[in-house]
């Protein structure tokens, strides 16, 4: 089955600094999305993004799907940014299934 | 904006006992997903239903499990027979269109198996 990773693992941030995450899959993709998993245990959907660009705020993410990553870029990140960060994709496989990632757990010290 | 529920956030059960989890998914959405995330660890996919009938299921989903429509709103997974194995947080998730739109998650029901 398709293979979703994501890097880095873990990230620590001075509050104010700038980050990427990445995801790579191993297959072609109906759809991705980014979700941030609060301390709550919450998924919040950041981007529905199977391809192009987007930007909410500080956040934003590309994904190129012939190249198979997306890539969300944090901007002058703050505490309330820490949390998982989670890049899950639905596989072109023809069945409606949804493949997470292991995650980015990021903290940004204040 | 509207929202995915789930009952209960929080349910303790005896090993063995049987348990429900429910969801109320968005009222115009069409496909409804289950997953599982154990402490700690990454988010994983159990099952897809649409049209009154599984779509797929993963290996997790093995006989223990069912899901079910029952009134055209609600949409609950049922364990049978709990086991340890089987705390974690489980989170239900609708979309209105499979591949053109996103899937919204609820806030999960945590599951504890003592």
């Known amino acids: 089955g398709i293979q979703v990773e994501q890097s880095p693992p873990d990230l620590i941030l001075q509050e104010g600094a700038n980050s990427t995450l990445r995801c790579n899959f191993s297959?072609?993709?109906?759809?991705l999305q980014w979700f941030h998993q609060n301390p709550w245990g919450q998924l919040i959907n950041l981007f529905y993004i199977p391809s192009g660009t987007k930007q909410n705020g500080r956040l934003s993410a590309t994904t190129v799907a012939t190249e198979r990553y997306s890539l969300l870029y944090i901007s002058s990140s703050q505490t309330t940014d820490s949390g998982v960060y989670f890049c899950a994709v639905e596989p072109n496989t023809g069945g409606f299934k949804t493949i997470f990632g292991a995650g980015t757990r990021l903290f940004v010290k204040a | 904006e509207p929202e995915v529920t789930q009952t209960p956030s929080h349910q303790v059960t005896q090993m063995g006992q049987e348990v429900i989890l429910r969801c109320v998914p968005i009222s115009n959405h069409l496909y409804f997903y289950w997953y599982r995330q154990i402490l700690g660890q990454k988010v994983e996919f159990l099952v897809s239903f649409y049209n009154n009938e599984i779509s797929e299921k993963s290996e997790i989903f093995d006989d223990q499990f069912s899901v079910e429509r029952p009134d055209g709103s609600n949409f609950t997974l049922k364990i049978r027979s709990t086991k340890l194995e089987d705390s974690a947080m489980y989170f239900c998730?609708?979309?209105?269109?499979?591949?053109?739109?996103?899937?919204?998650f609820g806030d999960g029901t945590r599951l504890s198996i003592l």
């Open positions: 998730a609708s979309s209105a269109r499979v591949g053109l739109e996103p899937q919204h």
């Open positions: 297959d072609s993709v109906n759809n």
